[in-house]
C-alpha cells in the first residue's frame, strides 16, 4: 500500500488474507533485509510471509515513526501516523473478515516491540488487544469457549494495565490468588468462566483504583479512570505505551551494555492475535533449528498444549519437546508442517533459526524467526558444519562468531545447570572461574599454595608486590579498580580469574577479614568463596565449575581465521610458561616481554641496592652484576620457548622508586620509633637515612618522570646489564643449533635522540658479547611508540627503529591526560554514564588515539618504509581495537596469551569486512 | 695566495707589506663576509686591510682547520697544514722584512683565537711569539730598548707557559712580586732591564720545574723540559694551543650559554707584534664609535700610555678617556687619525663598532674592529638614530635589536626619592639594581641560588671561571677592572646589574669578608647589600628598589615593531595591577586569567569545605555561594582594566586536592597524637575521618586525574559559580557605559562533548545572568587545546568554540610524557648536558610540540575558519618560541606583563624574517 498524503511510508503490512473472499487487501510490504526500518521480528514475519509460511497478518510501524515521536517535546505521534494506522487497521481488519471490537466475530490483536537488534524482554507487548464489555462476547459466540473469553480479556486487563497504565502487577496477581483459594484450587486452568468474569470486573475495579485520573484525562469516566472500552483508543495507547518502552531504563541499560545505538528505534508490530489456548488441539512453543547448547544438528525446542506463549516463558508448567508434536493427537499435522518450516527458514536463512509458533485448533502459525543465539561452543560447531553442508563459505563462517567468544571456551565455568546464592557482583575483569579460601594478603596466598591449598586472593587493589601471591592464587577479588587495574591487566596475562571493582567489598586486611555491605556476609580467612571471572559473578560456598573443552571446531575456526587475517598477531608474555602457552594457541612471536616482573621477589632487594647506591658507581655495578645472570636465565627460557620466532622484550620501564618502601609509612614507622624508643639510634638514623633518599626520588607524578629510556641514559648500566643479557642468552641458544630472535625494545622514547645514543650503547654491548661468545646473532633494536611526541615525530625516529610498537595504554593515558591507576576510580564512570566518552578507552582503542598512531604509521614508513609496526597495548586482544588497527594497516597486534584466539579470529573479521 | 697542493685552502693572509722593498708578497685575502672561514677578528682585520686602513700584516687559519684538527683521534694538524702556515709564514717575514727568532732583527707576532661569533675571553692568545735567547738581543739591538726587550721577553714566556704548557700563573706572578719587593718598587715598570733579565732566567727554571717531561717529550733537554727556543716550536704548539681552547670548560659553558654551535671551531690569527709599550709615545687602548652604555653619538674609550693590551683588560692602571690622546704630546697624530678611523668604521659597517688599536712610537695600528656590544638602553638609542640620520631602515633597526635586551630596560632601581647610606661607588657597568646577601665565590652563589636565595657576587675582577656564579646571583660587584672587564661584558650581556672597580673594597676571598678602605665598613657572607648598576653605587642594606621608566626610543622601536608584526600580544594577569601593567605594556588582551590563585588566601577554607563537602551537594553550594561575590569583584578589576579589550578567564583547572593538606604530614600528626595522648578521642576520630576524605581523593599522578574541565564535568556548580561571576562583573560593566569582553575558557579538553556539555552548562548560566541583569554582553567560550588528543581531533572541537588556546606548558607535558615538577630536577639536567634534547622544551617551544600545535591549528580551522588561535603558556614570551608561533600562524601570544614588549618585538622579528 502506498503511502498516505505523499508522506514518508511509516507502516508496512505482512501476511495473506484469512478471509478468502477479502479483495482489495494489501501484500506483504517489507523483507528480511528491513530490519531497520521494520525491527528484526518485523522484517523476520515479512521475510516469512514471503516465503508462503503461514504467519497471521498484521501491520508494522516502522523504527523511524519512533523516533519521530521522541523528536516532539513532550513526545507525540508524528503527523499522519494516527490515519496511517487507521487505514492499515482497515486492511488487516479485511483480511481477517473481523472488526476491532465488533460484538459479534471481534478481530483480536497482538502489539508487540521489536528493534533492529534483539533485545530480548527489555520492551513492552500487549497481547489480546480489541477485547471489552462488548466483544469478548463476540468471542463467546465465536469460539463457543466461554471460559477462553473470559480468560482472555482478564489477561488483556492485567497486561494492558501494567504496560499501557504503568499499575504494578501485584494487586492483578494479589486478586488471581485469592480467587483460585476461595475457590480452593491450585491451577489458573481450573478456575472457571464464571470466575474468570467475576476477576474481570475485580481487576476494572483495581484500574480505577490505582490510576490517577490526572495522568490518563482521556480514560476518566465520572471521575475515576475506566479501563478504556474504546478499541482505536486501546490500541493508540499500546502503540504509544511501546514506543516508550525503548528508553525505560532497562532497555537503556542494555543498551548500554551491549552497545547499541540510542537513535535506532523501535518498531511496533500489530498482529491478528492466534490462540494457542482454545484447548487440546492448540498449542504453543518455541524452537531452533539445530541445538543452541552444543550445535547438534537436530530439531530442538518445546511446547505447551492448550497455552499462550507467556506461559512458555514463565516457566510455570512443565514443557514438552517438540518432537512430541508429532505424537499428539490433533498436533500431528502441524508437527510435520513444523519439520518443514525449520528446514525452509535455515535453508532461507542459511543459519540456525530460532522460531516461536502456535498451533490453533491444529493449524500451525509462525509468530516469529530469526537466527537463533547460541552458546560459543555451538557457534563454532555450527559454523564448521555449514561450511561443510556446503551452506555458506568459510568467509561468512568466520563473520558469524563473535572473537570473544572464543574466551570464553578456554577457561572454566559455573556449571550452568547448577543454581547459585550469588552474594555480590564485580566487573567481569579477567575470564574463568575458581573457587578457594580467602587470603587476604599475597604472603598468605603463597604460603596457602605452597602447602597445596586453593585460594582466593581478596585485596583492595593489587600492586606489583602482590605477584606471588596472584601467582599462587586461585583467582583475584578485588572491591576496587576497574577493568585495566592492575589485578585485571596482570590476571588476563596470567589467564587467572579475576573479579574487580567489587563495591560493596569493605576489606579489612590486617584483620583478615571483608563484610559485604548492607548483608550479613562476613568473609574471613575460613571462608570458601567461589568467583566467575567471565560473568563478574561471586558466590559464597563452593561453586561446581565445568572445565574448558576445546573442540577441534576451535582449531579449524582458528586455521580458516589465518587463511584470510592479514593482521599478524603476537602475545604478551614474560615467562616461559606463558611463551609456550602462547605458541599453543598460535602466537607468531612475543610483542612485549615486560622485564619488571623479573626485578621482583627475591631480586627486589639486589635492584633496591641498585637504586640506592646513587652516585656510587661501584656498588651500582657490583648490585647489577647480581642480576645478570638471572636474567640470562630469563631469556634463556623464553627464547627457547619461541625457538624461530621474534622475542621483543622490553628493558626496564617503570619508575624505580616502585620498588623501593613507601616514604609515608617508613616516615610513621620512624615516628612511632621516636616517640616509644622502639629502636636504637644508630637505626633510626639509618632509617632517616633512607627516607630522605627515597624522599628525593620520589615523584608528583611518577607516570611523567624518570622511568622508560630515560633510565637508561641516566643508568647506562642498567639498559647494558639487560642487553648483555639477551645477548647472552641468544648466543647460547645459537650454539646449540637454535633460532633466537630476540628485538631489544626501549621504552618510552619522545626524540630522535634518546634512542640513536641507547641504539649505539646496545649495540655496542651486542657486538662485545658476540665477540666473546663467537656467534653471531641478529638482534634487532627498536622502540615503543607511547607518547604523543614520538608518533609526531615519528619520521626521525624510524630512521634509527628497526621496528615501532605502539604502547597504546600510555599513549592513551599522554593522548588524553588521562591517569589510569587515578581516572577508573574517579571521573570515568561518570564520563560513560553521560556518554562523554563512548567507552572505555583504556579497553577499545579510542578514535583520537587511533588517529595519532596513524600519524605515527605513515611518518615512520615515510623514511623507513619497511619498519615493523605492531601494538602491544591492551588493546590488542580487544576486538573492536583490531579492527582498528587493521584499517590502520599496522603488521601485527600482540595481546594476553589467552587472547590470541581471539586477536587471530578478530583479525580475520577486520580483513574480512574490509 | 694559492691552495698548497690543491687542498683545500687553510689559511688567509691580510695586511700590506710594511718592508716597502718586498715582492711577491701576497694581499689580503678575506673580507667581513668570512666570518664562518675566519671568525669574527679574521675577517674584520681583512675588511680594515681592504679599506686601507693600518692593519699589522699576518694570517688567519680557518675555523676548518680547527675542527679538522678534531676530527682525528687524538686530535691532529690535518695534513698539509704544516706547510701551508710556513708558506704564509715566510710571506709574513717577507711583508715585515724581518724574520723569526732572528739575532739581528726578529718578527714577532701574536697568536689569537677569534670565532664566528664574539666569546670574550673565553679562548686563548699568546703575544710577544718569537722570542728567545737569541732574537731577545736581537730586539735590543733594533730597539736599543733593553728594558722593552726583556720585558717582553718575561711576558712571553709567562703567557706562553700559562696557554700552552698549562701551568698556574702564580708561580711566576710570586717570582714579580718577590723581585718588587726584593727591589724595594710597587710597579711593574719601576723594574730595571737586568731585574727583568734576572726574572726570565727565573721564569724558565719555573718551566723546568713545573712541567712533566712525560707531557712534552719534545721539549725535554738533559732530562727535563726547557722553554722551547725553537720559533717554530713556539708557534706551532701556540696553534695548536688556540684550537685546543675551544674545547676548554669555559669556552663550552659560554657557548651553551649562548647558544653557539658547537662544531663551529675557532680560526688562529698569526699576526705581526706592534708595541703599545715603547714609551711615552707609545698606548694601547679600545673604544666604540658611539657610547655603548647610553648610546649618545660620541667617541667613546680609554688607553693606556706604554701598555700592552693586556695591561688595559686586567685594569691594573688607571685609563685615560681617548679624547685625551690629541692632547698628549707624541700621541696627538695618532689621536687624528683615530678619529678618520672611527667614521670610516661606522660608515662601511653601518653600526656602531668597537675596536681595539694600538700606538707604537706614535703610529696607530688597528689590531681589531667588530660591531660593538652596547647596553640594551643604547640599542635602542643607536637603531633609532641610525634610522633617523637615514643610515638603516626601520626594519634592520629592528632586526638589530635583541628582544629579550628589551626585558633589561624593564628592571628595577633604587628608589631615587630615599636616601642610601652609599658605601662605596664604583663603575657603572651594567644597569638595573640589585639586592642580596654578599658572597664571595661562584660557587658559593650558586649555591644560595639553588637554595631559593638572593645574593651579590663580590669578587676582585670576574674571570670566565666565574660564570655560573654570576648567573645566579642578583648583581655583580668587582673592585677591579674597568667598564670593558670581563665582569662588565658579560654582566651586560646577561642583563645583569654590575658595578665595578670599586677601588677601595678590599676583598679575602676565602675568610668571606671584605673591608672597605678607610672606613669600618666589613662585608661578611651574612652581609647584605645593593648596587645600582646605572649609577655605580653600592649601599650597605637593603635599597628600595622601583620599577624602571623606560624611553621614548622604547616606544619609538615597539611602535615600529607593531607596524610589521602580524602576531598579536596578549598578556597573562591574574589581577587588576597586572593587567593595568600589561596594558601599559602594550598588551592587545588577556590571553590567561587563571582562577586557581583566587581560592587562596583566607579562600582557600572555603574551597575545603567545598570538597569535603564530598556527596552533600547542599553543603557545597552553601560553601559556592561564599565565593561567588569575591570573584565578581575579581573579574570586575581585571575587566575593567582591560576595558574595550578581549579578557580570557579559564575556568579552574588545578587537582582540588592541592588545596587540602598533605595526607602524609596529617597521618604523622595523628600517629604522634595517638601516641602521646595528646589530642581527645573525638578529635582523633575527626582527622582520621579527614585523613581518609583527603586519601580517597589523592591521586598517582595528579597531572592526569581529575583536574581541569573533569572538574567541571563532576560539580558543575563549580563552574556554574564562576561563570555566573564573569557575566555578572560584564553586566556591571556594561550598565557603567564600559566595554567588557570577556572569553569563557575551559580547560583540559580532550574530546568534543567535554566542550559541548559545558559550553551548554555556561551559556544557560549567561542567559540567566544576563536576563537577571537585564543587559546583553557578549561572551564568547572556547577552550584550551593542552592535551594532544585535543589536537588531533580539533575539527571535531573546534566546531564547538570560539577560539583556542594552546596550553604549551601542559601540551609539552603530555606529547613528551615529562612532569615539569620532576623532570627539572631529575633527568633533564642530563638530558641538555648530553645534547639529547636541544633546549628545556618548557622554556623554549619544542619542534615535535610544534606540530601537534600545527595540527591542532590546520584541522581547527578546517571545520571553523575564523576561528581565533592562540598560546597562552610561559613560551608566548621566549622569542625562539614566538618565532615558530609566528610560522604555524597563529593569531596572538599570550605572556607574562614583563615580556610583552619582548613579545612585541620578537613577533615583528618573525615577521621580517619570514
Known amino acids: 500500500?502506498?503511502?498516505?498524503?505523499?508522506?514518508?511510508?511509516?507502516?508496512?503490512?505482512?501476511?495473506?488474507?484469512?478471509?478468502?473472499?477479502?479483495?482489495?487487501?494489501?501484500?506483504?510490504?517489507?523483507?528480511?533485509?528491513?530490519?531497520?526500518?521494520?525491527?528484526?521480528?518485523?522484517?523476520?514475519?515479512?521475510?516469512?510471509?514471503?516465503?508462503?509460511?503461514?504467519?497471521?497478518?498484521?501491520?508494522?510501524?516502522?523504527?523511524?515513526?519512533?523516533?519521530?515521536?521522541?523528536?516532539?517535546?513532550?513526545?507525540?505521534?508524528?503527523?499522519?501516523?494516527?490515519?496511517?494506522?487507521?487505514?492499515?487497521?482497515?486492511?488487516?481488519?479485511?483480511?481477517?473478515?473481523?472488526?476491532?471490537?465488533?460484538?459479534?466475530?471481534?478481530?483480536?490483536?497482538?502489539?508487540?516491540?521489536?528493534?533492529?537488534?534483539?533485545?530480548?524482554?527489555?520492551?513492552?507487548?500487549?497481547?489480546?488487544?480489541?477485547?471489552?464489555?462488548?466483544?469478548?462476547?463476540?468471542?463467546?459466540?465465536?469460539?463457543?469457549?466461554?471460559?477462553?473469553?473470559?480468560?482472555?480479556?482478564?489477561?488483556?486487563?492485567?497486561?494492558?494495565?501494567?504496560?499501557?497504565?504503568?499499575?504494578?502487577?501485584?494487586?492483578?496477581?494479589?486478586?488471581?490468588?485469592?480467587?483460585?483459594?476461595?475457590?480452593?484450587?491450585?491451577?489458573?486452568?481450573?478456575?472457571?468462566?464464571?470466575?474468570?468474569?467475576?476477576?474481570?470486573?475485580?481487576?476494572?475495579?483495581?484500574?480505577?483504583?490505582?490510576?490517577?485520573?490526572?495522568?490518563?484525562?482521556?480514560?476518566?469516566?465520572?471521575?475515576?479512570?475506566?479501563?478504556?472500552?474504546?478499541?482505536?483508543?486501546?490500541?493508540?495507547?499500546?502503540?504509544?505505551?511501546?514506543?516508550?518502552?525503548?528508553?525505560?531504563?532497562?532497555?537503556?541499560?542494555?543498551?548500554?551494555?551491549?552497545?547499541?545505538?540510542?537513535?535506532?528505534?523501535?518498531?511496533?508490530?500489530?498482529?491478528?492475535?492466534?490462540?494457542?489456548?482454545?484447548?487440546?488441539?492448540?498449542?504453543?512453543?518455541?524452537?531452533?533449528?539445530?541445538?543452541?547448547?552444543?550445535?547438534?544438528?537436530?530439531?530442538?525446542?518445546?511446547?505447551?498444549?492448550?497455552?499462550?506463549?507467556?506461559?512458555?516463558?514463565?516457566?510455570?508448567?512443565?514443557?514438552?519437546?517438540?518432537?512430541?508434536?508429532?505424537?499428539?493427537?490433533?498436533?500431528?499435522?502441524?508437527?510435520?508442517?513444523?519439520?518443514?518450516?525449520?528446514?525452509?527458514?535455515?535453508?532461507?536463512?542459511?543459519?540456525?533459526?530460532?522460531?516461536?509458533?502456535?498451533?490453533?485448533?491444529?493449524?500451525?502459525?509462525?509468530?516469529?524467526?530469526?537466527?537463533?543465539?547460541?552458546?560459543?561452543?555451538?557457534?563454532?560447531?555450527?559454523?564448521?558444519?555449514?561450511?561443510?553442508?556446503?551452506?555458506?563459505?568459510?568467509?561468512?563462517?568466520?563473520?558469524?562468531?563473535?572473537?570473544?567468544?572464543?574466551?570464553?571456551?578456554?577457561?572454566?565455568?559455573?556449571?550452568?545447570?547448577?543454581?547459585?546464592?550469588?552474594?555480590?557482583?564485580?566487573?567481569?575483569?579477567?575470564?574463568?572461574?575458581?573457587?578457594?579460601?580467602?587470603?587476604?594478603?599475597?604472603?598468605?596466598?603463597?604460603?596457602?599454595?605452597?602447602?597445596?591449598?586453593?585460594?582466593?586472593?581478596?585485596?583492595?587493589?593489587?600492586?606489583?608486590?602482590?605477584?606471588?601471591?596472584?601467582?599462587?592464587?586461585?583467582?583475584?577479588?578485588?572491591?576496587?579498580?576497574?577493568?585495566?587495574?592492575?589485578?585485571?591487566?596482570?590476571?588476563?596475562?596470567?589467564?587467572?580469574?579475576?573479579?574487580?571493582?567489587?563495591?560493596?567489598?569493605?576489606?579489612?586486611?590486617?584483620?583478615?577479614?571483608?563484610?559485604?555491605?548492607?548483608?550479613?556476609?562476613?568473609?574471613?580467612?575460613q571462608t570458601i568463596i567461589s568467583i566467575d571471572g567471565t560473568t563478574g559473578t561471586v558466590v559464597c560456598g563452593k561453586a561446581d565449575l565445568i572445565e574448558p573443552e576445546v573442540s577441534g571446531d576451535f582449531n579449524t575456526i582458528l586455521d580458516w581465521a589465518d587463511e584470510f587475517r592479514v593482521l599478524g598477531v603476537r602475545a604478551n608474555a614474560d615467562s616461559p610458561e606463558d611463551a609456550t602457552l602462547a605458541r599453543n594457541f598460535g602466537a607468531e612471536g612475543i610483542g612485549l616481554t615486560r622485564t619488571e616482573h623479573m626485578f621482583l621477589g627475591e631480586r627486589k632487594d639486589i635492584i633496591q641496592d641498585f637504586i640506592l647506591a646513587g652516585e656510587d658507581k661501584e656498588a651500582r655495578l657490583v648490585a647489577l652484576d647480581q642480576l645478570l645472570d638471572t636474567q640470562v636465565a630469563d631469556y634463556l627460557g623464553i627464547f627457547e620457548a619461541m625457538d624461530g620466532l621474534p622475542v621483543t622484550v622490553r628493558l626496564l620501564d617503570p619508575p624505580l622508586h616502585e620498588f623501593l618502601d613507601s616514604p609515608r609509612e617508613l616516615e610513621i614507622e620512624i615516628t612511632k620509633e621516636e616517640l616509644t624508643g622502639g629502636a636504637s639510634v644508630e637505626k633510626l638514623e639509618k632509617k632517616k637515612k633512607l627516607l630522605a633518599l627515597i624522599d628525593s626520588m620520589s615523584e608528583m607524578n611518577p607516570m611523567l618522570g624518570l622511568r622508560g629510556c630515560r633510565l637508561g641514559i641516566m643508568f647506562p648500566e642498567l639498559y647494558s646489564m639487560q642487553v648483555r643479557a639477551i645477548t647472552r642468552a641468544a648466543c647460547a641458544l645459537k650454539k646449540q643449533g637454535k633460532d633466537p630472535r630476540p628485538e631489544v625494545m626501549i621504552p618510552l622514547v619522545s626524540c630522535k635522540s634518546e634512542l640513536t645514543t641507547l641504539r649505539a650503547e646496545s649495540e655496542k654491548t651486542i657486538a662485545e658479547v658476540m665477540d666473546e661468545e663467537g656467534v653471531v646473532v641478529d638482534i634487532k633494536i627498536g622502540t615503543m611508540i607511547e607518547l604523543p611526541r614520538a608518533a609526531i615525530v615519528a619520521d626521525k625516529i624510524a630512521q634509527a627503529a628497526d621496528f615501532f610498537s605502539f604502547g597504546t595504554n600510555d599513549l592513551t593515558q599522554t593522548a588524553f591526560g588521562f591517569s589510569r591507576d587515578d581516572i577508573e576510580s574517579k571521573f570515568l564512570p561518570c564520563y560513560l554514564e553521560r556518554k562523554i566518552l563512548p567507552s572505555n578507552p583504556f579497553e577499545t582503542l579510542d578514535d583520537g588515539v587511533a588517529r595519532i598512531i596513524a600519524i605515527g604509521c605513515e611518518r615512520g614508513r615515510s623514511t623507513n618504509p619497511g619498519i615493523k609496526l605492531g601494538i602491544c597495548g591492551e588493546h590488542g586482544g580487544d576486538p573492536a581495537s583490531i579492527a582498528k588497527c587493521h584499517r590502520i594497516g599496522l603488521t601485527y597486534v600482540s595481546c594476553s596469551p589467552y587472547r590470541v584466539p581471539v586477536a587471530r579470529l578478530a583479525a580475520a573479521h577486520a580483513a574480512l569486512n574490509g
Open 1 to 525: 500500500m502506498g503511502q498516505t498524503n505523499g508522506q514518508t511510508k511509516r507502516v508496512y503490512a505482512f501476511g495473506e488474507a484469512v478471509n478468502e473472499n477479502a479483495t482489495d487487501v494489501s501484500v506483504t510490504e517489507g523483507n528480511k533485509d528491513m530490519k531497520y526500518q521494520l525491527g528484526g521480528k518485523g522484517a523476520n514475519l515479512a521475510e516469512m510471509a514471503n516465503m508462503g509460511l503461514p504467519v497471521p497478518p498484521g501491520y508494522t510501524i516502522t523504527c523511524q515513526a519512533c523516533m519521530e515521536y521522541y523528536e516532539s517535546e513532550p513526545p507525540a505521534f508524528p503527523v499522519g501516523l494516527d490515519e496511517e494506522i487507521a487505514v492499515y487497521t482497515a486492511d488487516l481488519e479485511k483480511k481477517m473478515g473481523k472488526k476491532l471490537g465488533d460484538a459479534d466475530d471481534p478481530l483480536l490483536v497482538s502489539v508487540r516491540s521489536g528493534s533492529p537488534f534483539s533485545m530480548p524482554g527489555m520492551m513492552d507487548t500487549v497481547l489480546n488487544l480489541g477485547l471489552n464489555d462488548e466483544s469478548v462476547q463476540g468471542i463467546i459466540a465465536q469460539t463457543g469457549n466461554e471460559r477462553f473469553a473470559w480468560d482472555s480479556y482478564r489477561r488483556f486487563i492485567q497486561m494492558f494495565s501494567r504496560v499501557v497504565l504503568d499499575i504494578e502487577g501485584d494487586a492483578f496477581e494479589e486478586a488471581l490468588t485469592h480467587m483460585k483459594e476461595a475457590r480452593g484450587v491450585k491451577n489458573d486452568t481450573d478456575l472457571s468462566a464464571e470466575d474468570l468474569k467475576e476477576l474481570v470486573s475485580e481487576f476494572k475495579d483495581i484500574v480505577s483504583r490505582e490510576v490517577s485520573p490526572e495522568d490518563y484525562p482521556a480514560l476518566v469516566v465520572d471521575g475515576v479512570v475506566a479501563f478504556p472500552q474504546d478499541v482505536n483508543e486501546q490500541l493508540r495507547l499500546s502503540i504509544e505505551a511501546v514506543f516508550k518502552s525503548w528508553n525505560n531504563r532497562r532497555a537503556i541499560d542494555y543498551r548500554r551494555m551491549e552497545g547499541i545505538a540510542d537513535d535506532l528505534g523501535t518498531a511496533v508490530n500489530v498482529q491478528a492475535m492466534v490462540f494457542g489456548n482454545k484447548g487440546d488441539t492448540s498449542a504453543t512453543g518455541v524452537g531452533f533449528t539445530r541445538n543452541p547448547a552444543d550445535g547438534t544438528n537436530e530439531y530442538y525446542g518445546d511446547y505447551l498444549t492448550n497455552a499462550q506463549g507467556e506461559d512458555v516463558v514463565a516457566g510455570i508448567r512443565i514443557t514438552e519437546p517438540i518432537a512430541e508434536l508429532k505424537r499428539q493427537p490433533g498436533l500431528e499435522k502441524a508437527g510435520e508442517e513444523l519439520d518443514g518450516v525449520f528446514a525452509t527458514l535455515e535453508k532461507a536463512y542459511r543459519d540456525m533459526c530460532d522460531i516461536e509458533f502456535t498451533i490453533e485448533q491444529g493449524k500451525l502459525w509462525m509468530l516469529q524467526t530469526r537466527v537463533g543465539k547460541r552458546t560459543a561452543a555451538a557457534a563454532l560447531k555450527i559454523a564448521v558444519d555449514f561450511v561443510n553442508e556446503g551452506t555458506i563459505t568459510k568467509e561468512e563462517a568466520l563473520l558469524r562468531i563473535n572473537p570473544m567468544a572464543l574466551d570464553q571456551l578456554l577457561h572454566p565455568q559455573f556449571d550452568p545447570a547448577k543454581k547459585y546464592d550469588v552474594c555480590a557482583q564485580g566487573l567481569n575483569a579477567s575470564p574463568g572461574a575458581a573457587v578457594g579460601r580467602c587470603v587476604f594478603s599475597a604472603d598468605d596466598a603463597e604460603a596457602a599454595a605452597k602447602a597445596g591449598e586453593k585460594v582466593v586472593l581478596v585485596r583492595w587493589e593489587t600492586t606489583p608486590d602482590d605477584l606471588h601471591g596472584m601467582v599462587a592464587a586461585q583467582g583475584i577479588l578485588t572491591s576496587h579498580g576497574g577493568k585495566t587495574s592492575h589485578a585485571a591487566v596482570v590476571a588476563r596475562g596470567m589467564g587467572k580469574p579475576c573479579v574487580c571493582g567489587v563495591a560493596e567489598l569493605k576489606i579489612d586486611a590486617r584483620a583478615k577479614r571483608a563484610i559485604i555491605k548492607d548483608t550479613d556476609i562476613v568473609l574471613d580467612d
